[in-house]
């Protein structure tokens, strides 16, 4: 595939996977895909010919990757576990205030929507939360934190910020993700 194909893959991407995390999955038709993006019907078919589901699924890995590269920003940056936790906060309330509240986590609005319906979404779904643990978890055992508590807590970190990031959207501020950090740090000190 050439840049001209890969460039409009990538938007065909981008443009569903904002317009999933702004108003739903079954809310999102592919014509308005197409609109938003400029792009020609044949574009579509040509790159997703399983349909809006494989838009769905290259949408949660585009997710994933930006969480990704959020946790390993950081990461790199952090100097501690707390500073991490705090760097993760920051950089969740900046995407949410940066969207004016009306996106949250990439993944789970098509998550929530579509894992029951879906074996290709929940897959992919499940892909992205395994990733964001174990990245999660490595860090932490970076910080010093045991194998086995590292696990763990990464569940519970991920549970934490997925919750916040919905109760921030919903309350619109950022409130509740940085009363999760807190709590985090906390956490993390008596383990």
């Not at 592919?30 to 792009?39: D, F, M, P, S």
């Not at 919903?170 to 956490?187: E, F, M, N, V, Y």
Request: net charge neutral; aromatic share 8%; hydrophobic share 45%.
């Amino acid at each position: 595939m050439g840049k001209t194909g890969t460039a409009t893959r990538d938007k065909l991407v981008a443009v569903a996977g904002d317009l999933f995390q702004r108003q739903g999955y079954t809310g999102t038709g592919l014509n308005q895909i197409l609109a938003e993006g400029e792009l020609p019907r044949g574009s579509l078919y040509f790159h997703f010919p399983g349909g809006k589901e494989a838009i769905g699924v290259a949408a949660i890995a585009a997710g994933r990757d930006q969480v990704m590269d959020l946790l390993t920003m950081a990461g790199a940056e952090a100097v501690s576990l707390p500073d991490f936790l705090q760097r993760c906060a920051a950089g969740f309330s900046w995407l949410l205030q940066h969207s004016n509240y009306t996106k949250g986590c990439p993944v789970t609005a098509i998550a929530l929507e579509m894992a029951d319906k879906s074996e290709a979404i929940r897959l992919a779904s499940q892909q992205a939360f395994t990733a964001w643990q174990q990245a999660l978890a490595d860090r932490f055992i970076g910080f010093g934190l045991a194998q086995s508590e590292a696990g763990r807590f990464a569940t519970v970190a991920l549970a934490s910020f997925e919750g916040a990031l919905t109760l921030s959207r919903t309350l619109r501020s950022t409130a509740p993700l940085q009363l999760t950090c807190d709590a985090l740090i906390t956490l993390s000190n008596n383990s």
